[in-house]
Every structure is written in structure tokens, then in C-alpha cells.
């Protein structure tokens, strides 16, 4: 042992030297501020904004705006649009979550790719196709012309694109976890002699229900607001194949500032209620775990 | 290089994870810092190495003050727990990164590197594996590259954080030997965590016994085990059966030949092989029953049960060579005689 | 196809799937590459090379390539502030990050025109003191592309940071390596390939986006005019064939650059031993 070169005041406190895993005090601050000053430039700005021009000529002009015959009509079809949309994607993101998950088959990864490829295309091409098989120009035109059947420039084209553009969001949030799940419990529920609907109820549900409700969120947030696909196979007529979107655009166009912000802050207003409902999901999932 | 550790506290909250820690270790020793898990061994090694900071106290090594100094200037090679190799750097680049991070008037040149690498990668056996990565290496492998790694730099002090902890049973057996040798040929002074007080025993120079934050007792691992400071160490280090005279097993100790009265504590440790058996020739008297005998390869170790009149029975321990075992002919059930030929008494 | 699984009901959950996929997205986009067979090549050659048509697709991909590599450079900073730091408010700030996947394209549009416009909040304030108008120009499309993009990237990179273990961190500070080095070296290496993500991701969206941006674009045909809005003013002019030409044009260009950053992403995967 060394002769000790320097006295030891065993009692000093220890100041702050930088440890490993710590960043200086200065490239933290900074590093918050910037972040910070980016959220809010392009996030909360926006937000605000929605709100503030919705109400900006007071609320009379709000209600009035909102209880226009076109406006209402807008939101119905919205609204059947989801209804329509929602159930069928959701209902088809698990099967195809279960049978990727449980089975072994050739052709399983190209499957998943091909799951996701709405994903990846425009909006704008994802209703240029429905007006390709479906409009007067399209494969079925003359059929459905002879038919008196009206797909494109009507609800029926508005709900097909739209279930083009929704089509990955439930399946990919389920498929992800199933994954990770395995089958163990399931196997065990059969072992027990439970059925294949009382095993998916009482065992495969309770264990994929919040990624399933998280996948239902996002499909719905996005079916009623999607604006691309849906803009080309409406056709924009007033109360008839507006959703609220649309009508949104109808009105800006228009100089209608306070109708598209009413419309506009609906809209907003489902998107917060989406951001609230989806952090609690969040947190429920994260607590379970 | 020698370490001195002055008063080191550190509290988590309310939880106080160590407290007032005064330690000396000398040049070139080999240290095991032994207890259970969460006496605040590993803190101590981290606060040692700068990655956490102590409350209050000093850290001196070799006569300097390095209390705060951060961890990247304080001259010490540290090798975690899960060797935290550089999952996307070569074995190669993992062990030149800590003279690749060197400014730039210190750096040596890349065969200067290159050459220095290669030097560790022989010495931990593993040149071959140079370009391979982490993800592709065994658990012991990456063990040693860890410790080439940090040994790249030259440090004055390694520590080593359960440096066996992850590794297989097998794996453990070869490495401790290994990493006993290495010290041997390099003589760096080193410390390393442990909760095994077998692996502490067998590779260390000197052994640190602590718990609930505080030094129990240091020294070298025989005298450790012959001359335990207090019930926890003897407990700890070992096995032991433990007698307690308020729990009436004073007559008993008594007819084992223990002379118990001179109070030189209520507690007594006796070490299964300081424990002798016989056949008992009176079948009345014998006090004590065999039960049950496991083979731990040379050694046997044998089950009894004490029936003494007013003590409970009780489950005791004596272990002995197999040769010597056969030679008694016992059988279940045999009353045997006991003699306690050496015990440690404490408070 | 084979299943040797006890679990019931591949049947029909694979029957199902593919049925629907057929039926919602497999039928519908393979028309337009049946459409496309009906242009022979000059008359395709003739429509592609337009100006018009070739400065919207310049438009369109340099707009979305610096928004998604300024969103990547922005949304890096913001997950590790997310991840690393504990501030006032993080929980709300987390939370708000997905509110461009959540707000309906158009309402976002609207809202960033009338931020940006000359006689808006910010457009105004960003004349005044810079002299640049973003509103109506090019610089209009980068910014609702970023508004688009952050979740994306945030998203992408916030998982990773979450799991990278601290112990390589401290592993390089006790070779001596400064803060600089340890992230340079160690830290961003790791995380690169899932902020690679992140900008594919972005920059997959941005190219096709439309919603968001024709409120802010101006869309000046060779100036501000992106491929989507082209598509759709050729169908508003019953062009169906330039529509459908324009359309399979982007989606092939599309799925290339995708498949290139996938390939970019293995190689650095492999590199980094991470495969």
C-alpha cells in the first residue's frame, strides 16, 4: 500500500461527477427544448388551432354550421361508412392473425407482406382503382350501367375504398402479439377438452383484447377520416356523397371558414378522443403485463 | 495499483445500501467481494469503478484521489455482467474500441492496434474468433473477450461485476481456474462480485465478506473459513450446524464432547467434517440416529438425527471420506456415537 | 400447404383471408396493372414524359425525401428526449406524438394552410422575419410531410432506444471513451437501422400523400404540383389512361425505393452482425 498523497476528509460529499449513462446538464436542456419546441410548432399549434377557428365566431355560428342538412348528412354517411368498414376489417384482421400465428404454411411470410400492402400505396391510386373496375369507363361499367347499379360516385364506392385503405390495421396489431404469445395456453385449453369457440372465447380473446380493441381504434380513426381514396370515387355531391371529410374540403374551398372548422373540429375532436382512448389502452396493457 | 476506500456510503431512498465502508486493498491482490444478493456488493464495485456515485467518502487508488473522477478518466477495466460487448463491432473492434476512443495525440497507430489486439485475443485463447460477432460467440467466449476488452486499455484496476455468474456449471469450473492464472501472469490489482462463496474461496486472494451494507470481515479465504469473525460469515461460508445453547441443546453438546461451559458465547458452529462418528456399542445410550447419507464424490455426507431428551429432533450434518464411511458398516437406522472435535463459538 | 398443428380451424381463417384479400385488395389493384396493358409503350413514353408529369413526380419525391430525412433528424431527438429524459408534462407530450396518425388528413391540411398561409399565424410571423413564404410553395409540401411523418419515425426508434442496453454505454465510458464517442460509436450504430425504418416508413407515406398537402401546396402545376394531385385532376378530366399511367408509374417507383431501403437496411443489418 502506497503512502496516501493527499489527506482524506472522509466526511466531504461526493460532488456530481458525470456517470456513464448521463448526459450533461447542457445537451439534456437543449435536447428537451429543441424536442419540445418541435411538438409544439407541429402538433400542438395545429391542435390549438382547430379548436380556436372552430369557435372563433362564437359558438351560434358553430351549432348552426354543425346542424346544416348537408353537414348531417355528411356525418351519417361518415358514420355508415365505419359501420360498415370496422366489423368486417376486424373480423377478418383475426382470422388471418390466427391462422398466421397457429398454422405453418408455405407462402405464410409473402401472406403477411401482402397484408400490408395498402399500407403502401397512395390513397389517391387506392381509389383510382375502384373507379377503374367500377366506373363508366371500368371492367363492370357497362354491367352495372345496364344494371342501374351505382357504385362509383356513391356510398358503395366510398365504403370499398375505404375498406382498401383500413385493411391492415387490425390484423397488424394482432399479429405481432399472437406471435410472441404462443399457443401454450391454447394448447392447454384443448388438452382440458374445451371446444375451439370456447377456447378462442374464454382463452385466445381475453389475452389479445386490448391489442384488438387498440387495432379497432386505429381502423375507425382512419375510416372515418380518410380523405384521399375517398375524395376520387365520391364525385363531391352535396348531401348525398360527402362524408364529413369531404365536406370539410367542400366548405374551405367555398371560403366557408367557420362550416369547414366545424366540421374540421369534429373530426379533431375524434382524434383526441382516439389519442385518449389509445394511451389508456396503453396504459391497461402495460399494467396487465 | 493499491485501493483505499474511506467511510463510502450510499443510501437508494431510505434503503441504505451501504454504509460506511472502510476497505484497503493491496497491490496486485485478487478480491472477492462475497455476500448475499442485495448487500450492495455490486453498488460497491460500481461506485469503485465511477459508474454510481457514493453519498459521502473517498476512493483512492494508489494513494490518489479518484472519488470524482467519471469513470471514463479513472483508469479501471470493468467487466460486466452480461459482458455488454459491442453487439455491432467485431470481436476484434470490441477489444481495439477503448484504444480506437483515445485522443487523438495518445492514439497508436492502427498496426500499433492491430498488433496489441491480436496480443489479447491470444492471451484469452481466442485470436480465431477476431472477426466474428458477439451474437455469435458462447457465453464463455464473450466472457473473456469482455475481459480482453478491458484489458485493452491498461488499466490500473479490474473489476468484475459476477463475472460467472451467466455461464453454464461447466463452463464456470474451467474459467475460475482460467481467470486465477491470468491474474497469476498479469498481477493487476482485481476485485470481483460474487454470491458463490465456493467460486469466492477458490479464486480469490483475499475475500470481503458483506452484508446488509457493511464489511463482516475481510482476510484471506483460509483464515475466512477457520476463523470467522461472527455467525453471519461462519453461516455464509460453508456449511455448518448450527446449535443454539437457549434452545436447551447445552447436555446434548455435552455428550458430543463438547466442553460448553466455559460461555465463550450462546451460539456454537460446527463444520460437518469437524463432526466424528462411531457405531454405538451401548444401543440405550446412543443419543444420536443415522438417517440418511448422500455421496458428494470423495466425500460422504451423512444425515442424523439428534433425539436428546428435552431438545427437539433435530437434523444434523457430519461429513467424512467414503473409505472411512464403509470401514464403519452403518446401515439406516443405526444408532451411532458423535464426538464434535472442533467448534466456533459466538454471540 | 401443410398444418400439422392440433390448433382447429386453419380451414376456414385461411379460406377466409385469402378470400377477402383477393377480394378487397389483391382484384382491385391488379386492374390497374391490367389497365396499364391496354397504353402500348409510345403512347405510355408520351404521357410520362410530359413536363407537367415529370416535374410533379420531382415535386413529389424531393418534398417527401427532405421531409422524411427532417422528421428522421427531428423524431431521433425527440424519442431519445422521450426515452432518456424525465421533464414536466413527458407523459402528455408522449401521448400527443400520434396525433397526426390520428387527425383526419384533410382536417390537417386546412389547419396547416391556415398556420402557414401569408396571413396566417406562423406564415405571417415567417415573412416578416426571414422573408420566406412557405405557404403555396414546395417548402409548404415539406412541412405538412413532416407533420405526417414524426409518429412514423418516433415510433419506429422509441422501442429500440427503450431496450438498448445502458451496460454497453457504461462499458464504453470505462474504456475512456467522452459522451460524443459513446453515442457516435455505440449508441447511434445500434439504433440506425430502426431509424432507417422510421424514414422508409415516412417517406413511403409522403410520396403518396394527398389530404394534407393540397390545402398548403398551392398547386401550381411545375411548381407545387405533386403526383396525387395530378392523378386526380386527369380523372377529373376523364384522362383514365394518363390517370392509370401516372398511377402504376408512382406505385412501380414506389415499391423500387422500398425495396431499396430494404436491401440498404439488411446489408447494414448484416454488417452490424445483427443478423
Redesign the interface.
Known amino acids: 500500500m502506497n503512502a496516501t498523497a493527499q489527506p482524506i476528509n472522509p466526511g466531504k460529499l461526493v460532488e456530481r461527477h458525470?456517470l456513464?449513462?448521463q448526459?450533461?446538464d447542457w445537451?439534456?436542456w437543449s435536447?428537451?427544448v429543441?424536442?419540445?419546441s418541435?411538438?409544439s410548432?407541429?402538433?400542438?399549434?395545429?391542435?390549438g388551432?382547430?379548436i380556436f377557428?372552430a369557435f372563433s365566431k362564437g359558438l351560434e355560428a358553430y351549432w348552426s354550421a354543425l346542424a346544416q342538412p348537408d353537414t348531417l348528412a355528411a356525418i351519417r354517411l361518415t358514420l355508415l361508412t365505419a359501420v360498415v368498414t370496422v366489423p368486417?376489417n376486424t373480423?377478418?384482421g383475426v382470422?388471418?392473425a390466427?391462422?398466421?400465428t397457429?398454422?405453418?404454411?408455405?407462402?405464410k411470410s409473402f401472406?403477411t407482406t401482402?397484408?400490408d400492402?395498402?399500407?403502401?400505396?397512395?390513397?389517391?391510386?387506392s381509389g383510382?382503382?375502384?373507379?377503374?373496375?367500377f366506373?363508366a369507363?371500368?371492367?363492370f361499367g357497362d354491367w352495372l350501367i345496364e344494371h342501374d347499379i351505382k357504385i362509383i360516385f356513391a356510398a358503395p364506392g366510398i365504403i370499398?375504398a375505404t375498406?382498401?385503405i383500413t385493411?391492415p390495421f387490425v390484423a397488424r396489431q394482432l399479429i405481432p402479439l399472437m406471435q410472441e404469445m404462443g399457443?401454450q395456453e391454447?394448447?392447454a385449453a384443448?388438452s382440458l377438452g374445451a371446444s375451439?369457440w370456447k377456447?378462442?372465447w374464454s382463452v385466445t380473446l381475453p389475452n389479445i383484447k386490448w391489442a384488438l380493441l387498440y387495432g379497432v381504434l386505429?381502423c375507425n380513426?382512419r375510416a372515418?377520416?380518410?380523405?384521399?381514396a375517398v375524395?376520387?370515387v365520391s364525385g363531391h355531391i352535396r348531401g348525398l356523397t360527402n362524408t364529413?371529410?369531404?365536406h370539410?374540403?367542400v366548405n374551405?374551398n367555398e371560403y366557408n371558414i367557420v362550416g369547414?372548422?366545424a366540421g374540421?373540429s369534429i373530426?379533431?375532436a375524434?382524434?383526441?378522443v382516439?389519442?385518449?382512448l389509445?394511451?389508456a389502452l396503453e396504459w391497461k396493457s402495460e399494467a396487465e403485463r | 495499483m493499491s485501493i483505499l476506500l474511506s467511510n463510502i456510503s450510499k443510501k437508494f431512498g431510505a434503503f441504505s445500501a451501504l454504509d460506511n465502508i472502510n476497505l484497503e486493498i493491496p497491490e496486485g491482490e485478487l478480491v472477492a467481494l462475497l455476500g448475499p444478493s442485495g448487500c450492495g456488493k455490486t453498488t460497491l464495485l460500481r461506485i469503485i469503478?465511477?459508474?454510481e456515485r457514493a453519498d459521502q467518502g473517498r476512493i483512492l487508488i494508489s494513494g490518489q484521489d479518484r472519488t470524482e473522477h467519471?469513470?471514463?478518466?479513472?483508469g479501471?477495466?470493468?467487466v460486466?455482467q452480461?459482458y455488454?460487448?459491442?453487439?455491432?463491432?467485431?470481436v476484434f473492434e470490441n477489444v481495439a474500441?477503448?484504444l480506437r476512443?483515445?485522443p487523438r495525440r495518445d492514439r497508436p497507430s492502427n498496426e500499433v492496434i492491430a498488433k496489441k489486439v491480436h496480443a489479447l485475443l491470444e492471451l484469452v485463447q481466442l485470436d480465431w474468433l477476431h472477426d466474428r460477432?458477439?451474437?455469435?460467440l458462447s457465453g464463455g467466449q464473450r466472457q473473456r473477450i469482455?475481459l480482453a476488452?478491458?484489458l485493452?486499455?491498461e488499466p490500473s484496476v479490474l473489476l468484475l461485476d459476477e463475472p460467472f455468474g451467466a455461464l453454464d456449471a461447466s463452463v464456470r469450473k474451467d474459467l475460475r481456474q482460467w481467470l486465477r492464472n491470468l491474474h497469476h501472469d498479469l498481477n493487476v490489482t482485481s476485485i470481483f462480485v460474487t454470491h458463490d462463496q465456493e467460486e469466492a474461496m477458490e479464486v480469490a486472494s483475499q475475500v470481503v465478506v458483506l452484508n446488509h451494507g457493511k464489511i463482516e470481515q475481510q482476510g484471506a479465504p483460509s483464515e475466512i473459513y477457520d476463523h470467522p469473525s461472527n455467525a453471519f460469515v461462519s453461516g455464509f461460508i460453508g456449511q455448518t450446524n448450527v446449535f443454539n445453547l437457549e434452545h436447551q441443546d447445552t447436555d446434548w453438546l455435552q455428550t458430543a464432547g463438547l466442553s460448553t461451559l466455559q460461555q465463550q458465547g450462546k451460539i456454537v458452529h460446527v463444520r460437518p467434517h469437524d463432526i466424528v462418528i462411531e457405531k454405538s456399542a451401548l444401543d440405550s445410550d446412543a443419543f444420536v440416529t443415522l438417517k440418511d447419507w448422500q455421496h458428494l464424490g470423495a466425500l460422504i455426507r451423512i444425515e442424523l438425527v439428534k433425539n436428546s431428551v428435552n431438545g427437539q429432533p433435530a437434523s444434523v450434518y457430519a461429513e467424512m471420506p467414503n473409505e472411512q464411511f464403509k470401514r464403519l458398516h452403518l446401515n439406516k437406522g443405526d444408532k451411532v456415537d458423535l464426538k464434535i472435535r472442533h467448534a466456533h463459538w459466538f454471540h | 400447404?401443410?398444418?400439422?398443428?392440433?390448433?382447429?380451424?386453419?380451414r376456414?381463417?385461411?379460406g377466409?383471408?385469402?378470400v377477402?384479400?383477393s377480394l378487397?385488395?389483391?382484384?382491385?389493384?391488379s386492374?390497374?396493372v391490367f389497365?396499364s396493358f391496354q397504353l402500348n409503350w409510345d403512347d405510355y413514353v408520351h404521357i410520362i414524359t410530359n413536363k407537367r408529369v415529370l416535374s410533379s413526380f420531382r415535386v413529389s419525391f424531393t418534398t417527401a425525401l427532405a421531409a422524411s430525412l427532417i422528421a428522421s433528424f427531428?423524431g431521433f431527438?425527440?424519442a431519445?428526449?422521450?426515452v432518456?429524459?424525465s421533464?414536466f408534462g413527458k407523459?402528455f407530450?408522449h401521448?400527443?406524438?400520434?396525433?397526426?396518425?390520428?387527425?383526419?388528413?384533410?382536417?390537417?391540411?386546412?389547419?396547416?394552410a391556415?398556420?402557414f398561409q401569408p396571413s396566417g399565424?406562423?406564415g405571417k410571423l415567417l415573412i416578416d422575419t426571414l422573408g420566406v413564404q412557405v405557404a403555396f410553395k414546395p417548402l409548404g409540401i415539406v412541412m405538412a410531410l413532416?407533420?405526417i411523418s414524426?409518429p412514423f419515425v418516433v415510433r419506429t426508434v422509441e422501442p429500440v432506444l427503450l431496450e438498448f442496453?445502458?451496460?454497453?454505454?457504461?462499458?464504453?465510458?470505462?474504456?475512456?471513451?467522452?459522451?460524443l464517442?459513446?453515442f457516435l460509436?455505440?449508441i447511434f450504430?445500434?439504433v440506425f437501422p430502426a431509424l432507417l425504418t422510421g424514414f422508409a416508413l415516412s417517406f413511403?407515406r409522403g410520396?403518396?400523400?394527398?389530404?394534407s398537402v393540397i390545402?398548403i401546396a398551392g398547386n401550381l402545376p411545375y411548381v407545387s404540383e405533386i403526383?396525387?394531385?395530378l392523378?386526380?385532376t386527369k380523372?377529373e378530366q376523364?384522362d383514365?389512361q394518363g390517370?392509370?399511367a401516372i398511377?402504376l408509374t408512382?406505385?412501380v417507383i414506389?415499391?423500387l425505393l422500398?425495396l431499396l431501403i430494404n436491401m440498404l437496411q439488411y446489408w447494414v443489418r448484416k454488417r452490424?452482425?445483427?443478423l
Open positions: 458525470q456513464a449513462v448526459d450533461p445537451v439534456r435536447l428537451i429543441i424536442a419540445l418541435f411538438i410548432l407541429f402538433i400542438c399549434l395545429p391542435l388551432l382547430v377557428k368486417l373480423v377478418f382470422a388471418a390466427w391462422a398466421i397457429r398454422f405453418d404454411f408455405k407462402g401472406l401482402l397484408i400492402l395498402p399500407f403502401s400505396v397512395s390513397p389517391v391510386i383510382l382503382i375502384f373507379v377503374l373496375l366506373g369507363e371500368g371492367w370499398l375498406l382498401f385493411f399457443n391454447e394448447e384443448l375451439g377456447m378462442f386505429l380513426a372515418m377520416g380518410e380523405f384521399g375524395s376520387v364529413l371529410p369531404l370539410v374540403e374551405y369547414a372548422f374540421a373530426l379533431a375524434l382524434a383526441i382516439t389519442l385518449i389509445k394511451t | 469503478a465511477g459508474l467519471d469513470v471514463s478518466k479513472r479501471i477495466g470493468f460486466f452480461h455488454a460487448l459491442f453487439r455491432h463491432m467485431t474500441f477503448g476512443v483515445k460477432y458477439p451474437d455469435q469482455a476488452r478491458a485493452a486499455v | 400447404m401443410s398444418q400439422n398443428s392440433i390448433m382447429p380451424g386453419f376456414p381463417t385461411i377466409f383471408t385469402v377477402y384479400l378487397v385488395v389483391l382484384i382491385p389493384l386492374t390497374l389497365k427531428f431527438i425527440v431519445w428526449v422521450l432518456r429524459y421533464f407523459r407530450f401521448a400527443l406524438i400520434d396525433f397526426p396518425f390520428a387527425l383526419p388528413t384533410a382536417v390537417a391540411g386546412i389547419v396547416l391556415t398556420v399565424f406562423l413532416i407533420f414524426i442496453e445502458t451496460s454497453m454505454e457504461e462499458a464504453a465510458s470505462s474504456l475512456g471513451a467522452t459522451r464517442q459513446v460509436k455505440v450504430p445500434n413511403a410520396v403518396g400523400e394527398y389530404g390545402f403526383v396525387p394531385l392523378i386526380v380523372l376523364f383514365i390517370a392509370t398511377a408512382m406505385l414506389s415499391f422500398l452490424s452482425g445483427q
